[in-house]
């Protein structure tokens, strides 16, 4: 296993204890780059008009599109641990 997913992985793991929930918008970036780091480019059909929240996760993941899954990665534990420090 590589450090970049090793460093991926404990960010993950990270998140769960922070001592402050961030805002909709980061916690949108987080799991966009989440889901690029870990799936590659948006995949499935859009969530439905109702689903107010799958939507805009999905929207949030859908701009990444095209970003390389490591680079994906490196902003995601870079984000965490800006939002830890």
Same mark, same amino acid.
């Given at each position: 296993?590589?450090?970049? !997913? &090793? #460093?991926?992985?404990? %960010? %993950?793991?990270?998140?769960?204890? $922070? *001592?402050?929930?961030?805002?909709?918008?980061? $916690?949108?970036? $987080? =799991? %966009?780059?989440? &889901? !690029?780091? #870990?799936?590659?480019? @948006?995949?499935? /059909?859009?969530?439905?008009?109702?689903?107010? @929240?799958?939507?805009?996760? =999905?929207? *949030?993941? %859908? &701009? $990444?599109?095209?970003? *390389? !899954?490591?680079? *994906?990665?490196?902003? =995601?534990?870079?984000? @965490? &641990?800006?939002? /830890?420090?």
């Amino acid at each position: 296993m590589s450090d970049l !997913q &090793k #460093s991926f992985e404990q %960010a %993950a793991k990270d998140i769960q204890s $922070l *001592a402050e929930r961030p805002d909709n918008d980061t $916690l949108l970036r $987080l =799991y %966009a780059l989440f &889901k !690029q780091g #870990s799936e590659g480019d @948006v995949s499935g /059909a859009k969530p439905g008009f109702f689903d107010f @929240v799958g939507t805009a996760k =999905y929207e *949030a993941w %859908a &701009k $990444l599109k095209g970003t *390389a !899954q490591d680079d *994906a990665k490196k902003k =995601y534990v870079d984000l @965490v &641990k800006k939002l /830890a420090g």
